[in-house]
């Protein structure tokens, strides 16, 4: 992960931190409902960093109290090395965030509207109105009214809003909900430059393709709680989803594989050009070479043995499932 | 970091952290509850852009008594006849005491309405929140946007109102429904009267006896013609109506054609004190519940409704409680020279004037009652915009 300022990095580090976000044993409590539980959570400063979870897994709940849109219980956070709420003024100067659905005065166009948001900033912001909307493709519609915006182009204003406070740090909540795959693509696109640029990017997201895409780390939040995180690349790389073998007999093949132990633990199935042997969640590589003996040792030749890896989707489904089941 | 407690609350002083802050922090001064130049200035861009809202508000502060002088003055123009002036200060008392203080009160009410509950149901507190900008300043940079909008509507109006009171006002004056010339010295009142004893004995006031065998035809109406001239009197009935303009003459100098200008320089300050009352009353509550339609609602019913009966209805054990009601306090402040407010043709008001059917209540404890109000509300709302959840 970087963890040092790239150059061109916005502004001035508010300090030494090499978190832009940092969380522990955050809680929030509604009632009876804890949506945020002891969150642990480390976001890279000049990352692009992925926030994953199934709906209702109190992903927007950990940013509102991240931004002091409500209150936390217990725990501690600090953003850009300001701790917050003490110092959620000098932290929130230089962030810029979409929370939910970005909603905004529908009589006002959207220009009036990034005025009135400016204006709660520092004088600069609001010379950074027309490059902010020019930059999210804005700029012609930017007189419009934003009741005449489509759902998409209100996300694109959200963006811009984010933009004023020339941001090191980035926290979009589903920035990409309404969005057609150019708008997606386009936001995408904008979320790397913006990474590019050194600023950092927490993106809050059940699209885990654009995720993935996206990201270079990610947490996966399941009941208020993170229970995964780390750089994607890390994450993934031990999770295997399934491995494709050719092999002369595939039938026996499969017979021989059910009868040790390692037939408790994979499901070998018929393919077109031998097996594919399904494995289980957090399964190593050292499987692979047990299958291979296993089938050398029983007289089969075998022509190709090919891993696949687990996507982040097919990967966050498993871990998000396991952690789900009754026990 | 800051460490929270782990029960409910919001988060615990951490000393070793105040001393940690980071550097450039201090120079940030966001933090601050006095709200910029430039967000008051887009407070009032949010505000005149509601296109409803202010086609309301100009109709109920500047159309209505616009539209209501016009009618007469073309009625005046076209039927001098049996149209009386559009003017006079009659018809500024009607204007002033009875319909802008309470339109005024409810179109300024329907704005801190507006601006305490709408960026919460647009969507757009969220945004302003994250700006890091203090939630009290957020809060307080709404009331001198409201007020620079609703002030000078008022102002409007009342100029309007003031300007067709001066500039067409009648060429007499009315008194007790007799239309006598203005500015008579004593002896030419008198001669005057001396002139037309017929409505002088009938009309004017008198204190002391008048022959039964006069017989009065009843008031004249409006127009100068209706006060016919004298028929050649007996030298009795001549004399008793000098008697009379004579008795009658300092209430003759007290009756203006049109308003006097510290009357009208008071009473603008007392209806834009109305005003202002009801935008931050409409503000605190609206920020108070969230929303704007049920703050309106009882504003209006506490204006139009519960005020007049507390006005006039002294309940035994709570006049203090009356008296801390702001409709009865603003009432209290009103300039005298004008009727009582509420609508109540008549009935001589203002602070302490004679006659006056409100509960007592001195101009200070009035007063009192007025800051109460305005600071209560502003401190409520506010509070509740600082602890709201986003």
């Known amino acids: ?327 | 970091m800051t460490t929270m407690p782990a029960g409910r609350g919001a988060p615990a002083p951490d000393r070793a952290l105040q001393t940690a802050a980071p550097a450039g922090h201090s120079r940030d001064r966001r933090g601050s509850p006095i709200p910029t130049v430039g967000m008051i200035a887009t407070r009032v861009m949010e505000l005149r852009k509601r296109r409803g809202l202010m086609i309301a508000l100009i109709v109920a502060t500047i159309g209505f008594p616009a539209l209501f002088l016009l009618i007469r003055l073309l009625l005046h123009a076209f039927a001098p006849g049996t149209s009386p002036p559009a003017g006079g200060y009659d018809i500024f008392k009607v204007l002033v005491a009875g319909f802008l203080p309470t339109f005024g009160f409810i179109a300024a009410a329907t704005v801190g309405c507006t601006a305490g509950s709408r960026d919460l149901t647009e969507g757009m507190f969220r945004h302003l929140v994250v700006t890091g900008r203090s939630r009290l300043a957020l809060y307080l940079a709404r009331i001198p946007a409201g007020l620079a909008i609703v002030v000078p509507l008022v102002a409007i109006g009342y100029t309007i109102v003031c300007a067709v009171s001066v500039f067409a006002a009648p060429t007499f004056i009315i008194d007790s429904n007799v239309n006598i010339p203005p500015g008579l010295s004593r002896a030419g009142f008198e001669n005057w009267a001396g002139d037309r004893p017929e409505p002088v004995i009938c009309s004017l006031p008198y204190d002391g006896h008048i022959p039964g065998s006069i017989a009065c035809a009843g008031p004249p109406g409006w127009s100068k013609s209706a006060v016919t001239p004298g028929q050649p009197a007996p030298a009795a009935l001549e004399a008793l109506a000098i008697k009379i303009a004579s008795q009658d003459y300092s209430g003759y100098t007290a009756i203006s054609r049109y308003p006097s200008i510290p009357l009208m320089v008071t009473a603008g300050l007392w209806i834009e004190l109305e005003a202002a009352v009801g935008f931050i009353l409409g503000l605190g509550l609206a920020s108070l519940m969230g929303q704007r339609t049920g703050p309106v609602i009882l504003i209006i019913v506490l204006q139009m409704i519960l005020t007049p009966i507390l006005a006039f209805a002294a309940i035994p054990h709570l006049q203090g409680l009356q008296r801390s009601f702001i409709g009865l306090a603003v009432a209290h402040l009103e300039p005298s020279g004008l009727p009582m407010f509420f609508g109540l043709p008549g009935v001589t008001g203002g602070s302490g004037g004679p006659g006056a059917a409100l509960l007592p209540e001195s101009a200070i404890q009035a007063s009192c009652v007025v800051i109460a109000w305005l600071a209560g509300w502003t401190i409520l709302g506010a509070w509740r915009m600082m602890t709201r959840d986003a």
Request: charged share 20%; with cysteine; aromatic share 4%.
């Open chain 1, 1 to 327: 992960m970087n963890t040092t300022t790239l150059p061109g990095t916005p502004g001035k580090l508010a300090a030494g931190s090499r978190w832009a976000v940092e969380t522990h044993g955050l809680t929030k409590r509604f009632g009876a409902k804890t949506p945020v539980n002891g969150v642990e959570l480390l976001v890279p400063r000049g990352s692009a960093f992925g926030y994953l979870g199934p709906n209702g897994a109190g992903k927007t709940t950990l940013i509102r109290v991240l931004l002091g849109l409500t209150h936390a219980d217990a725990g501690t956070m600090s953003l850009l090395g300001y701790p917050v709420p003490r110092h959620h003024a000098a932290a929130l100067a230089r962030i810029g965030a979409i929370v939910d659905e970005p909603r905004f005065h529908r009589h006002l166009t959207g220009r009036q509207n990034l005025r009135l948001l400016a204006a709660a900033r520092e004088p600069a912001a609001r010379d950074r109105i027309a490059p902010a909307l020019e930059r999210v493709g804005l700029a012609h519609r930017a007189d419009d009214r934003v009741s005449t915006y489509s759902m998409g182009m209100r996300q694109r204003l959200g963006v811009a809003a984010c933009l004023l406070p020339d941001p090191q740090l980035l926290i979009l909540d589903e920035p990409m909900n309404g969005l057609d795959p150019a708008g997606m693509a386009a936001i995408r696109e904008m979320i790397l430059s913006l990474v590019a640029e050194g600023r950092t990017v927490m993106l809050s997201s059940h699209l885990l393709d654009e995720v993935e895409r996206t990201c270079d780390a990610v947490a996966i939040v399941d009941h208020g709680s993170i229970i995964r995180q780390g750089p994607i690349s890390e994450l993934l790389a031990g999770a295997l989803l399934a491995v494709q073998v050719e092999c002369s007999e595939p039938g026996r093949a499969r017979a021989l594989l059910a009868g040790t132990t390692l037939g408790a633990r994979v499901e070998a199935a018929p393919a077109a050009l031998g097996l594919e042997i399904t494995l289980p969640a957090g399964t190593g590589h050292d499987v692979i070479a047990e299958i291979n003996r296993v089938l050398v040792e029983g007289g089969i030749s075998v022509y190709r043995l090919q891993p696949v890896q687990a996507s982040l989707e097919s990967w966050f489904l498993q871990v998000t499932s396991r952690l789900g089941d009754p026990e």
